[in-house]
């Protein structure tokens, strides 16, 4: 559908643009990220199975000091919220109206939430001693950083093992980040760009947002906030949990946009499918729309590096939930 509008209106568009949107990423220690072989380590330790709640207690008081350190260090104090209807990204939108948007550390929250666990068995049939799969709540923690690269992201950490991560940033943070550090200028309004001096250039630079690039944050965002490598003797392995693929088409006129919007605001909801847990959709009034693909994109995609079918300038899929938005750059009397 972005084809067939580009080609029927390209005259007056006044720029087109795609790039990675959402980016989620979940980290895995890969030897113990499965009972099996948290019981293997475990062995091969010299840990009793039952003593593993004591092993792993050590591990939680030693993320939840490093949580205090980091938040103590930056003057920060970190916030509990106990209610699931409290947004985090609120919380921490009123954090940067106060603080600004310099790097380092901007806000750390806590909240119980959902973890994968491992429960001591032994069983009597086979005489065999070792950790089952389980589930549970556990305290964690998110860190929120103006990365100088990437922008606003977040690292969740959880305190009880096998300490599964979850990274988030957005790819039309990071490259407005690029155009301000080439000197293009750009206007941005609601995550994507409704204006940028030199489209061409922009591509340029959204093609080159890489797994090799992300890995090099991620690694040094999960030992900083994570201090159990040393422990288990083995780095992060990191998968794409959610990935968006944007694509922004901008108009000239809000005149020729507005008979578009409904439209596109009607194939969205008759034609995509929209993704569960998504809260965003094509319910934002004019003359901003985003319509969703409904492709989807395996969990557990490897990000680094990427896979042999990846983009060729990126390493990585082109999409896995695709969507675009439309906007016009100079809004007419009506628009």
Known sequence: MTGSLRDRYDDRISGVLSCYDRVVITGTLPTVCYAAGMTRFLYSQQIRIFD????????????????????????????HIAKSHIRKEAVVAKVLERRGEHPGLVHVISAME?????????????????????????LHYYFYFMDSELGLVYLRVPTWAPFRLQFYCNGHSWLARRLAAEGIGFTAADNAFVRIDDWQR??????????????????????????????????????????????????????????????????????VRACPGEGRGPS????????????????????????????????????????????????????
Request: aromatic content about 10%.
């Open 52 to 79: 593993y709640p004591a092993f792993a207690a050590t591990l939680r008081d030693r993320v939840r000091e490093r949580a205090a350190a980091l938040a103590a260090k930056a003057g920060i104090t970190i916030e």
């Open 114 to 138: 959902a973890c994968d666990a491992y429960q001591p068995w032994h069983d009597k049939q086979t005489h065999k001693t070792y950790v089952r799969p389980d589930s549970g709540k556990c």
């Open 202 to 271: 922009a591509q340029a630079l959204a093609d080159e947002l890489s797994p090799d690039r992300l890995h090099r944050v991620l690694d040094r965002y999960a030992a900083l906030c994570c201090p159990v490598l040393d422990t288990f003797g083995q780095s992060y392995h990191w998968s794409l949990m959610q990935l968006e693929y944007a694509t922004d088409l901008v108009f000239r006129s809000a005149a020729t946009l507005k008979p578009l919007y409904d439209q596109l605001a009607r194939e969205s909801v008759l034609s």
């Open 284 to 335: 934002r009034s004019p003359p901003f729309s985003a319509a969703r693909s409904p492709r989807s994109w395996p969990r557990n995609w490897p990000c680094c590096p990427g896979p042999e079918s990846s983009s060729a300038a990126a390493g990585w899929p082109r999409s896995a939930i695709a969507w675009f938005t439309v906007g016009c750059d100079m809004p007419g009397p009506n628009g």
